[in-house]
C-alpha cells in the first residue's frame, strides 16, 4: 500500500468513527440514556443544536434532560454530511 493509499484509508476511518459517535450520540439522547450521551462529548465540546448553544459534558446533557422533560420524545435520524479533521481536532456537522 503507497503512503497516500495509506492516509486516504486513516482519513476514511477517522471520518466513519466520528459519524458513528454523533450517531451514537443521537441514539443515546432519544433513548434517555444520559450517560452514554454524555460519554459521547469531551468536556470542552462546542455544541450548537436548533436549541442548544454552548459547551459538552454535563451542560448539554443537563439542558438535554431538561428539554425532554418539557418536551416529550423525539426521534433523530442522523446522517452526517461533513466531517473535517485537523489533528487532534475534528468538527461534523449535520442536518
Known amino acids: ?3 497516500d493509499q495509506a492516509q486516504r484509508l486513516q482519513s476514511l476511518i477517522d471520518r ?3 459519524f458513528d459517535l454523533v450517531r451514537r450520540e443521537r441514539f443515546a439522547r432519544d433513548q ?4 452514554v ?3 459521547c462529548f469531551h468536556r470542552d465540546a462546542y455544541i450548537r443544536t436548533s436549541w442548544y448553544d454552548g459547551r459538552g459534558g454535563d ?4 439542558a438535554t434532560r431538561k428539554w425532554m422533560a418539557s418536551a ?3 426521534k433523530h435520524w ?4 461533513f466531517a473535517q479533521v485537523n489533528g487532534d ?6 442536518p
Open 1 to 3: 500500500m503507497s503512503q
Open 16 to 18: 466513519e468513527e466520528l
Open 32 to 35: 434517555r440514556r444520559f450517560d
Open 37 to 39: 450521551m454524555r460519554a
Open 59 to 62: 451542560a448539554d446533557v443537563e
Open 72 to 74: 416529550g420524545n423525539s
Open 78 to 81: 442522523v446522517f452526517p454530511a
Open 89 to 94: 481536532r475534528a468538527t461534523v456537522e449535520s
